[in-house]
């Protein structure tokens, strides 16, 4: 229905960890240099997820000479049959979203970021009748104003929000797991932010990176080794899945960062 996002993930479009992984951006979480074959085996453990949840995962190549390229969320927004592609915030990451447009040309509508706007997937989050945008180091006001054109085109509101300094993404600190829900990191965002939701599952700050997750209905992934949000989320009634992330927070990307859901 128009104006009412759609969670179906029938189809899940991913991309391969690149070799040069060790050199991915990495300004938040670092604590050391991140290990390329445990990012490996810990998007092999994120697919199996996504398939036992129905999910088709269909995984493009890496991209030669961007370290960040798994990270393919940031690439595209996918608003009903049309694919907004963004220019990317930070200088080592412009240039990903080429191939994934190429790639989305022959069954969606591409429409291209104009020059000095940029937006990073990472700072949109769904939320039932609107997309939520942060403004950040990567997205700026212009990418998030083309992105709303094209959101209130296929009915859909937008509402803008500051991602604080202490955060690379809006969906770092949260998502929207299922209608009127959201999950939010205490002390990155406040209520009044989120005054529109009908219920807020507030993740202590210290397990806000869990406040990134990928639902089905009441089924829902999260981060493993987060124990106080898993408490959380299994009280307001989701069974859940975890998934190994550490590599890929020791490079400031979470369960969302691997995915653009087509479907
Ligand atoms: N390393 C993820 C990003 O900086 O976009």
């Not at 390229?69 to 220019?87: H, Q, R, W």
């Not at 639902?215 to 998934?243: C, E, H, N």
Request: with cysteine; aromatic share 10%.
């Amino acid at each position: 229905m128009p104006g009412t996002f759609d969670r179906t993930r029938g189809t899940a479009l991913t991309r391969e960890v690149s070799p040069e992984f060790v050199q991915a951006v990495s300004g938040f979480f670092n604590t050391r240099v991140p290990d390329f074959d445990a990012a490996r085996g810990a998007q092999e453990a994120y697919f199996a997820a996504l398939r036992a949840h129905g999910t088709e995962v269909v995984t493009l190549p890496a991209l030669s000479g961007y370290p960040d390229c798994s990270f393919i969320e940031d690439t595209a927004i996918i608003i009903d049959d049309k694919a907004v592609i963004p220019n990317l915030g930070h200088p080592s990451r412009n240039g990903e979203q080429d191939s994934i447009a190429e790639f989305l040309a022959d069954d969606l509508e591409i429409v291209r970021m104009p020059a000095g706007a940029s937006l990073d997937g990472g700072d949109v989050v769904f939320y039932d009748d609107r997309f939520l945008v942060g403004l950040s180091t990567r997205t700026n006001r212009d990418g998030a104003d083309f992105l709303a054109v094209h959101a209130e085109q296929a009915g859909f509101g937008t509402q803008l929000f500051d991602v604080p300094d202490t955060t690379l993404h809006l969906t770092t600190i949260c998502s929207s797991p299922r209608a009127g829900t959201m999950v939010a990191a205490e002390g990155q965002l406040g209520p009044e932010d989120l005054a529109f939701a009908e219920e807020v599952i507030w993740v202590p700050n210290e397990e806000g990176y869990a406040a990134n997750t990928i639902a089905y209905g009441d089924r829902i992934i999260i981060a493993d080794g987060y124990p106080k949000a898993r408490r959380l989320m299994l009280d307001a009634g989701f069974s859940i899945t975890t998934v190994d992330m550490t590599e890929f927070r020791e490079v400031d990307a979470s369960l969302t960062c691997l995915s653009v859901f087509i479907g």
